[in-house]
């Protein structure tokens, strides 16, 4: 079979592998659609410390069943299932948490073989029906997303701001809106990329000037009630808290880079204005499985948002469209 393997940053090479086979308490699947990520465009770069190479990448994958057929989505991020945060329901920041496509190889490939301890976890999720492979692919990087507003709490009546217009920007977009936001308001600096994430995803308004300006004149001076970074930029989480309303909830969803993790914060605003600013840390089973609800029940649509497939031979390309922001989602169909 053809996969996609990562030998060193900058080097990924579509090779020939032998078809895995299952052992004991695993799953062998046939891979329908791995859909990319800015991580992906970010280990082909610079690599990634718990990728030992070579390694298949991919982790936002569903397919078939090689025995059965059966149409399923498999998590990304793997928790133990058994350490203290786990039994206390933190799956998410499970500190002995493993990755498909990092520790295990992942979906840029014809077939790849499940672990015992995806399965363990619940984390292999029919597919609804009416659910494309493509769309179900989605539904890894919508859990993610879910996890960090259930942390945040967007809610009803909500006045939000997304920061950042990539395709997690835009699925914060959706699911804002799912979550009764009364408005939401998409930022980024890219104007195209802003252009093209409104035209899909249609905010309420699009802002490319100063943020913490635009958000404060269209709130009426009050601010936001939350605010998503979902960008890799300390700036914007500087700018979050300043254009966040009294009580307001700041999503620090977006990581920064390891050589410029220290920001800036008064931190007279948190406490005066009694701000809330919460992390978020990928997604639990439980999660992804909500994440595929949503979008069977069409409260959270995402087949628009992938605006390119490709087959695994162009993998490369499809990495590219990623990092130059030249796409909202990237599937690739092996």
Same mark, same amino acid.
């Given at each position: 079979?053809?996969?996609?393997?990562?030998?060193?940053?900058?080097?990924?090479?579509?090779?020939?592998?032998?078809?895995?086979?299952?052992?004991?308490?695993?799953?062998?699947?046939?891979?329908?659609?791995?859909?990319?990520?800015?991580?992906?465009?970010?280990?082909?770069?610079?690599?990634?410390?718990?990728?030992?190479?070579?390694?298949?990448?991919?982790?936002?994958?569903?397919?078939?069943?090689?025995?059965?057929?059966?149409?399923? #989505?498999?998590?990304?991020?793997?928790?133990?299932?058994?350490?203290?945060?786990?039994?206390?329901?933190?799956?998410?920041?499970?500190?002995?948490?493993?990755?498909?496509?990092?520790?295990?190889?992942?979906?840029?490939?014809?077939?790849?073989?499940?672990?015992?301890?995806?399965?363990?976890?619940?984390?292999?999720?029919?597919?609804?029906?009416?659910?494309?492979?493509?769309?179900?692919?989605?539904?890894?990087?919508?859990?993610?997303?879910?996890?960090?507003?259930?942390?945040?709490?967007?809610?009803?009546?909500?006045?939000?701001?997304?920061?950042?217009?990539?395709?997690?920007?835009?699925?914060?977009?959706?699911?804002?809106?799912?979550?009764?936001? /009364?408005?939401?308001?998409?930022?980024?600096?890219?104007?195209?990329?802003?252009?093209?994430?409104?035209?899909?995803?249609?905010?309420?308004?699009?802002?490319?000037?100063?943020?913490?300006? #635009?958000?404060?004149?269209?709130?009426?001076?009050?601010?936001?009630?939350?605010?998503?970074?979902?960008?890799?930029?300390? /700036?914007?989480?500087?700018?979050?808290?300043?254009?966040? /309303?009294?009580?307001?909830?700041?999503?620090?969803?977006?990581?920064?880079?390891?050589?410029?993790?220290?920001?800036?914060?008064?931190?007279?605003?948190?406490?005066?204005?009694?701000?809330?600013?919460?992390?978020?840390?990928?997604?639990?089973?439980?999660?992804?499985?909500?994440?595929?609800?949503?979008?069977?029940?069409?409260?959270?649509?995402?087949?628009?948002?992938?605006?390119?497939?490709?087959?695994?031979?162009?993998?490369?390309?499809?990495?590219?469209?990623?990092?130059?922001?030249?796409?909202?989602?990237?599937?690739?169909?092996?």
């Amino acid at each position: 079979m053809k996969v996609a393997r990562f030998h060193a940053p900058g080097d990924i090479r579509i090779e020939d592998a032998p078809e895995p086979v299952a052992g004991p308490g695993e799953l062998k699947i046939r891979v329908r659609n791995c859909s990319t990520c800015g991580t992906d465009a970010k280990i082909f770069r610079f690599g990634h410390h718990h990728i030992r190479p070579p390694r298949v990448m991919g982790h936002e994958i569903a397919g078939e069943v090689a025995e059965t057929g059966e149409r399923v #989505q498999v998590i990304a991020a793997i928790p133990c299932g058994t350490c203290e945060e786990c039994r206390r329901g933190r799956m998410t920041v499970c500190p002995r948490q493993e990755s498909m496509g990092y520790h295990y190889d992942g979906g840029f490939a014809e077939y790849l073989v499940v672990p015992a301890k995806v399965l363990a976890v619940n984390g292999v999720n029919a597919v609804p029906d009416g659910v494309g492979f493509a769309e179900a692919s989605v539904a890894e990087p919508l859990a993610c997303v879910l996890n960090g507003q259930s942390l945040a709490r967007v809610g009803a009546g909500d006045d939000v701001v997304v920061m950042g217009a990539g395709p997690i920007g835009c699925l914060h977009v959706r699911m804002a809106r799912a979550r009764g936001a /009364a408005r939401v308001f998409l930022v980024d600096v890219n104007a195209d990329r802003l252009a093209m994430a409104a035209e899909l995803v249609r905010p309420d308004t699009v802002i490319d000037g100063d943020p913490v300006e #635009q958000v404060l004149k269209l709130t009426g001076g009050r601010g936001a009630d939350v605010v998503v970074t979902a960008a890799a930029s300390g /700036a914007a989480q500087e700018q979050a808290v300043l254009m966040a /309303a009294r009580q307001g909830r700041i999503s620090f969803f977006g990581g920064l880079p390891k050589d410029s993790p220290v920001i800036r914060l008064d931190s007279n605003l948190v406490h005066y204005r009694e701000l809330t600013i919460v992390g978020a840390n990928g997604s639990s089973p439980a999660h992804n499985a909500e994440a595929l609800r949503l979008i069977a029940e069409g409260a959270v649509p995402v087949a628009d948002l992938i605006t390119h497939r490709l087959p695994l031979s162009r993998v490369l390309d499809g990495i590219d469209l990623v990092s130059r922001g030249e796409a909202i989602k990237v599937t690739i169909e092996p």
